[in-house]
């Protein structure tokens, strides 16, 4: 019964639906799932009585022959900074350790309304602020791929717990948040599909933000068909987010791989991402899938994105500045941590926020508020808007020359805990999102795509980029890669 987690969410769906498997037996499966992989650290809590309620419900509408969507009884998992009503939502912090939301997110809202069974909230690096998923309150997520040591392997981050969930066929689908790569940087370390939709494709209501100007909610899944199955519920305008996009949205449907051609198609090689610090085997699966495309009739072209390069201190310095922006609001009064003190307003304020934040998450606050100071604002904040703007117009005229984008999602393979932790660098540790937060900054759509392992059995993934609103194209020629490399996934050992 349990290889029924390892199919894909149209199979699932079938079966349901034929009466093969019952909605409550698929909960009770990744319920016990979930509590198998305990030890991977992948959720913070695990939602029992919802998710038995939910499937219930599934079962009963199933029963009836009227299934809602092809999510009905269908297993998920949400990242803990997506508010779920009556769910604590925790951000990983303890300044909201004990926050339980009054409603749900739009995305969460809407998985439920399609019938998705949700399993879980899964842990992130606090407040999403990182690429590994080791700075949460709850400790670090483990990487399935490799984990039986005490030096373990990295998720990657800030959506690690999703990219395990998924991964370890807990659940059939994940949602991540995607600021400069947290979908896409631990759906490649994990060996899953990762995708980042346009800015304002999928509403942020109900995220609890970080970069308000980049934020994006992600979808994990194991196949390119399962994240166009969960893109097809959530995406769409939602009057509650101003930055929603009012174009309606065209659900997605892609035809079999075998039935698609690429000849023609136009794929451009940013000669800026091959970086010094992308590893041999990432350059080689880079250029091995470049070779392949062009064989099966695709137009492989080097292009230039010149303002590539200033790209990480820009985004670090709009990032630390919206960040002190965001988290200005908990003050330990109205809501969030309060320190235990008799003290005054002001010095109730500083405590609360001593204890109630991380190193990181303080860094960012203090770093965001220098950059925002009156002599500082033309020099820093104005200077990386207008850098920002330069990168977005290289996405902007390299689609004159082609239609998609091929370059690595992450530098190399997931790295082990010990290295991490031994070599820590906060510019190196920053460098991680070289290849995935330029996307963000220019507001463009972007997949990764696992393609094969490693010598050391770890997943090694490419990336997709593409124009705004190009997520039909994107996702189909993702579809056609994976159709080609056939990654295998489940090869781990438990």
């Given at each position: 019964m349990e290889k029924l987690l390892h199919?894909?969410?149209?199979?699932?769906?079938?079966?349901?639906?034929?009466?093969?498997?019952?909605?409550?037996?698929?909960?009770?499966?990744?319920?016990?799932?979930?509590?198998?992989?305990?030890?991977?650290?992948?959720?913070?809590?695990?939602?029992?009585?919802?998710a038995k309620t939910q499937g219930e419900k599934s079962e009963k509408r199933f029963t009836d022959r009227k299934p809602i969507s092809e999510l009905d009884g269908v297993t998920i998992a949400v990242k803990d900074n997506f508010c779920t009503q009556n769910i604590k939502t925790t951000c990983a912090s303890k300044m909201l350790e004990n926050f339980v939301p009054t409603y749900n997110a739009t995305v969460c809202q809407r998985l439920f309304d399609a019938g998705?069974?949700?399993?879980?909230?899964?842990?992130?690096?606090?407040?999403?602020?990182?690429?590994?998923?080791t700075d949460s309150i709850y400790g670090p997520t483990k990487n399935i791929w490799r984990y039986k040591s005490e030096n373990f392997f990295l998720s990657g981050g800030s959506s690690g717990?999703?990219?395990?969930?998924?991964?370890?066929?807990?659940?059939?689908?994940?949602?991540?948040?995607?600021?400069?790569?947290?979908?896409?940087?631990?759906?490649?370390?994990?060996?899953?599909?990762?995708?980042?939709?346009?800015?304002?494709?999928v509403s942020r209501w109900g995220l609890i933000p970080l970069v308000n100007s980049m934020d994006v909610p992600g979808i994990l899944a194991r196949t390119v068909d399962d994240v166009v199955s969960v893109l097809n519920v959530i995406a769409g305008f939602d009057n509650k987010d101003s930055t929603s996009?009012?174009?309606?949205?065209?659900?997605?449907?892609?035809?079999?791989?075998?039935?698609?051609?690429?000849?023609?198609?136009?794929?451009?090689?940013?000669?800026e991402y091959n970086s010094e610090h992308?590893?041999?085997e990432v350059l080689d699966t880079w250029n091995e899938i470049a070779a392949l495309l062009q064989s099966h009739g695709a137009v492989i072209k080097k292009v230039s994105m010149p303002h590539t390069e200033y790209s990480i201190v820009c985004y670090s310095i709009l990032n630390q500045c919206e960040v002190a922006s965001n988290m200005a609001r908990y003050d330990g009064i109205e809501y969030g941590f309060r320190a235990n003190e008799e003290l005054s307003t002001e010095k109730l304020y500083a405590a609360s926020r001593k204890l109630g934040f991380n190193d990181v998450v303080k860094n960012r606050i203090l770093c965001g508020n220098y950059f925002l100071l009156t002599r500082n604002y033309d020099k820093y904040f104005t200077q990386a808007l207008k850098i920002r703007r330069l990168i977005a117009n290289d996405f902007h005229n390299v689609w004159n020359d082609v239609s998609l984008l091929l370059t690595p999602t992450t530098l190399s393979e997931?790295?082990?805990?010990?290295?991490?932790?031994?070599?820590?660098?906060?510019?190196k540790n920053a460098f991680e999102d070289f290849c995935t937060q330029c996307a963000n900054m220019a507001g463009v759509p972007a997949v990764s795509i696992p393609i094969k392992l490693s010598k050391n059995v770890l997943p090694l993934s490419l990336q997709l980029m593409g124009r705004n609103l190009s997520e039909p194209m994107l996702l189909a020629v993702a579809k056609y890669i994976e159709n080609l490399v056939k990654f295998p996934h489940f090869q781990y050992e438990l």
């Open positions: 199919t894909n969410i149209k199979t699932i769906s079938r079966l349901l639906f034929d009466g093969t498997i019952k909605p409550t037996e698929l909960t009770n499966l990744a319920l016990k799932k979930a509590e198998d992989i305990k030890h991977l650290n992948s959720f913070i809590s695990i939602t029992s009585n919802q998705a069974v949700l399993i879980g909230k899964t842990n992130l690096d606090e407040f999403a602020m990182g690429s590994a998923t717990g999703s990219a395990v969930a998924v991964a370890s066929g807990v659940c059939f689908a994940a949602i991540g948040s995607d600021t400069g790569g947290s979908t896409r940087n631990p759906a490649s370390y994990c060996g899953v599909v990762g995708l980042k939709p346009t800015y304002g494709l996009l009012t174009k309606p949205y065209n659900k997605i449907r892609l035809p079999p791989a075998t039935k698609m051609s690429i000849k023609g198609l136009k794929i451009g090689i940013p000669i992308v590893s041999e997931a790295p082990s805990y010990k290295s991490y932790i031994e070599n820590y660098d906060p510019y």
